[in-house]
């Protein structure tokens, strides 16, 4: 790894929701974004964010919690929302699609250990951390692909805390 992990302290649903309108706007098929943190941590409403955000008429987004997987077409390609954490054993990765999907589509993986070797070695890395106050997250972005450098440049606490239009 060649960066620092960026920190972001996430005061409200109103900061996370603005952080992935950020990121949605650099994001495009072939990207895989690894959701990490305990229940209740914040994976499913970043994700749903993004796809929401990425959309002109915004569905309904579900956790994909029993199903496995939930597709979207948005704006910025198709995106495949995967909630890995009922998933059995690794070859039912490879059967659900998960592997093609992260060459042609944008894929947003919670609970992606069980990937282990599949992990795409330039995927972005998110870990979501609980605080005391119930709406704070702090935010830990770790990735090691150089495509994530430039993209990621303007992302910090400054930028964040002006509006989701400024900045990066
Ligand atoms: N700053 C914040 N960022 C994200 N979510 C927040 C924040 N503050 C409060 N929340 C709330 O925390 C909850 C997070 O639930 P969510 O379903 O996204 O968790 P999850 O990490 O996907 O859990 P699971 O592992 O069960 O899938 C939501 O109810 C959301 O409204
Ligand atoms: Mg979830």
Same mark, same amino acid.
């Given at each position: 790894?060649?960066h620092?992990p &960026?920190?972001?302290s996430l005061?409200? !649903?109103q900061?996370?929701?603005?952080?992935?309108h950020?990121? #949605?706007? @650099? &994001?495009?098929?072939?990207?895989? *974004?690894?959701?990490?943190?305990?229940i209740?941590?914040?994976k499913?409403?970043?994700?749903? #964010?993004?796809?929401q955000? #990425?959309?002109?008429? /915004?569905?309904? *987004?579900? #956790?994909?919690?029993y199903?496995?997987?939930?597709?979207?077409?948005?704006?910025?390609? !198709? =995106?495949? @929302?995967?909630?890995?954490y009922?998933?059995?054993?690794?070859?039912?990765? =490879?059967? &659900?699609?998960?592997?093609?999907?992260? +060459?042609?589509? =944008?894929?947003l993986?919670?609970?992606?250990? =069980? &990937?282990?070797?599949?992990?795409?070695?330039?995927?972005?890395?998110l870990?979501?951390?609980t605080?005391?106050?119930?709406?704070h997250? +702090?935010?830990?972005?770790?990735?090691s692909?150089?495509?994530?450098?430039?993209?990621? /440049?303007g992302f910090? +606490? /400054?930028?964040?805390?002006?509006?989701?239009?400024?900045?990066?």
């Open positions: 790894m060649t620092k &960026l920190k972001i005061k409200s !649903e900061d996370t929701a603005n952080l992935a950020r990121l #949605s706007r @650099h &994001l495009a098929p072939g990207d895989v *974004v690894l959701l990490i943190g305990e209740g941590a914040g499913s409403f970043f994700a749903r #964010s993004i796809i955000f #990425s959309q002109d008429i /915004a569905e309904d *987004v579900p #956790s994909p919690t199903t496995l997987v939930q597709t979207y077409t948005t704006r910025i390609g !198709e =995106i495949w @929302h995967a909630d890995l009922r998933l059995g054993a690794t070859d039912e990765i =490879i059967e &659900l699609g998960l592997t093609e999907a992260f +060459q042609d589509a =944008i894929c993986v919670e609970w992606p250990a =069980i &990937l282990g070797t599949l992990t795409p070695r330039d995927a972005l890395t870990t979501f951390k605080m005391l106050d119930p709406n997250r +702090q935010l830990e972005m770790n990735w692909g150089p495509s994530w450098d430039d993209r990621l /440049a910090d +606490q /400054a930028a964040l805390d002006g509006s989701p239009q400024n900045g990066c």
